[in-house]
């Protein structure tokens, strides 16, 4: 129904995934202004924006379909368009533990930001040469989804739990894309080659 609806509008599917942008900045803002007495709202307003955002992030594509505007160009902006969003995201978590004063957790939040650009590099770099790299758990669907369920349930302290599971199961991209390469170096096709890797 969204989708036909804003089908019928003719909206750009750039702008759609622009507007999710400014979104996700908002939600940004909410992390970064919260302080240590009142984190728990802000981060609960925080995460019910990054839920709309991801509605924005669901349709663009599907009406990029449906009105027949798919082109090289949007995947491409889509692309530099989440990782914008990603970034805009950690750095507000970023900015609520410096005025912490919270070193170590952000410190594991640097790491997070710089673990999810790089799983996204390394997948785009695998797939330029390959063709598909579709390997490791953390996507970044589940990176939001982690954010989402750390921000809206930080009243149990939710969100350290969720940075560590990022920062863990984050690392286990790059891994996962350099074996899931060297076995197509090996084997020279890429039907099946991670599931032997990964086996041997």
Partial sequence: ????????????????????????????????????????????????????????????????????????FGGFFDSVIDRYSDVAIFFGLLVYYARANRFFYLVLVAIVMVSSLMVSYTRARAESLIGSCKVGFMERPERIVLVILGALFERWGTMAPALWVLGDLDHDGYPSHQVHLRAVDRDGSPDGHYWRATQA
Avoid at 41 to 54: C, D
Avoid at 55 to 71: E, L, S, W
């Fill in 1 to 72: 129904m969204i989708v036909d609806a804003l089908a019928l509008t003719k909206i750009s599917p750039n702008w759609l995934t622009f507007i999710g942008l400014v979104i996700n900045i908002v939600a940004a803002v909410f992390f970064g202004a919260a302080r240590v007495d009142n984190h728990v709202r802000m981060f609960f307003y925080g995460g019910l924006v990054i839920i709309g955002a991801g509605i924005f992030d669901m349709v663009d594509g599907r009406v990029a379909r449906a009105t027949n505007q798919v082109t090289q």
